[in-house]
């Protein structure tokens, strides 16, 4: 089995089946050069109530599931499944049979489910509404939410913790663009502080040391460690509770002594973040399409 990672000519998951071979032994967990917390993740398969059936569509009962999909056969010598925005679309080659097909299906249903069911969540929080970069807009900080004013007692930026309110040193006809390059800039200002902090009290409780550290805002990834020691979290995390920007932590400094995801990795990140599942679970809870967008 060759997982496909979604590329932007195809962002659709992709997850190629090769036919007449045994079945494939575990992927090794080792990952050699970069560990990395990606978001989001599903790890039980919800209902398929997404997406509705193609037009010349097939359907399949898998259990008590009905699953569409569409079929397109081709010169191809593998059945590859693909998931995006318009459900499962398989590829077969000419010469393998429906049989044949739908038994590959209920091979890979966990891996179909899952997919289906994070594009269901991503198309329904498109209606989600948005935050409105103006006087009174509200979002996250650290779990709760602030809200935004644009006059400045001080005279400059300034966080009311008390009443949880950011004064931004604006103009009241200031645009959008400023407001949100204004809030950014704070957002990165705290993290840089904050990350840097959680980050020095759980490597102590390890008993290691990174080599470097940098704050990324990339789309699908929370934190990543190079087998180098580097490390690089998402600002974006301030949106979060501190145990989750905990588990954060603990989870790229854990792959400082375990280089992957297996069993001895989860051990030495509950060795210093006991909590990390009900942390890990919030996270998933949370991918980045909750998140105000910059």
Known sequence: MKLLRPTPDNPGAQLELPLAEAAPSPAPSSIPADAALLAPSLDTPPADTWPPAPPN?????????????SLKRSSRRTI???VDDRGLSITAPRWVTLTDIESAILEKQRWIFNKLGEWRHREARRVLPTVQWR??????????PITLQLDSPAGALLFNAD?????LALPTHADEQQI???VQGW???QARRLLVERLEIYADKLGVRHTGFALTSAATRWGSCTADGKIRLNWRLMHFPLSMIDYVAAHELAHLKEMNHGPRFWETVESIFPEFRDARAQLRAHPPELLPTF
């Open 135 to 144: 006087e009174g807009a509200s979002l996250p900080f650290l779990g709760k």
């Open 80 to 82: 590859g499944f693909t």
């Open 180 to 182: 949100k390059d204004r």
């Open 57 to 69: 569509g097939r359907t399949l009962h898998v259990g008590e599931r009905m699953l569409h999909y």
């Open 163 to 167: 009443t949880r309110v950011l004064h």
């Open 187 to 189: 957002l990165q200002h």
